[in-house]
């Protein structure tokens, strides 16, 4: 089910990150192939000064969640537990939910994928990609709008799955 106005290319990653972290022994350790790592010598804007490792899932646009954190899961599932070692040895691990956003898109993350994501116990972070707005006045049109109208929902249960 396509949801009206939502993020488009929902992904969910799991990210490793710390300043000493060594890509390399992360996939040694773990037994999985991420699908972005880099050193914490890179040049980078992203974390500069850490190294990196994540598994990205993508899903179809404007689609929601529950695809890509389900596959997420089932590829983290088998080896939980040494990346809960990873965190207790001091690196930042996280989900991260991420999409590309327009002025006035949202998303909705439905019960299922709200008690998949659980299952990691991990901290959840929202991410967006968004172009810059044409205009200077469009900064601001991510405020409510003053008349109220922002709390009113259009959400049925069959959007929110």
């Known amino acids: 089910m396509e949801l009206s106005n939502s993020w488009g290319a929902p992904q969910a990653?799991?990210?490793i990150t710390g300043r000493n972290l060594?890509?390399?022994?992360?996939?040694d350790e773990l037994g999985v192939v991420p699908t972005f790592s880099r050193e914490a010598t890179a040049v980078s804007s992203f974390r500069p000064g850490e190294g990196c490792w994540a598994i990205?899932?993508?899903?179809?646009?404007?689609?929601?969640?529950d695809a890509p954190?389900?596959?997420?899961?089932?590829?983290?599932?088998?080896?939980l537990k040494e990346v809960q070692d990873l965190r207790r040895r001091g690196h930042a691990v996280r989900l991260d939910l991420s999409g590309r956003v327009r002025s006035g898109s949202r998303t909705v993350l439905s019960p299922h994928a709200l008690a998949?994501?659980?299952?990691?116990?991990?901290?959840?972070?929202?991410t967006t990609d968004a172009d810059p707005p044409t205009r200077s006045e469009d900064v601001l049109d991510w405020l409510p709008?003053?008349?109220g109208s922002h709390r009113a929902t259009s959400?049925?249960?069959e959007e929110l799955g």
């Open 155 to 157: 959400d049925t249960p």
């Open 69 to 79: 954190i389900d596959e997420l899961i089932d590829l983290v599932s088998p080896v």
């Open 56 to 65: 990205q899932v993508t899903g179809e646009p404007h689609r929601g969640f």
């Open 116 to 126: 998949r994501a659980a299952q990691l116990e991990l901290p959840v972070s929202l």
């Open 145 to 147: 709008a003053a008349d």
């Open 22 to 27: 060594n890509p390399r022994e992360v996939t």
């Open 13 to 15: 990653t799991l990210l």
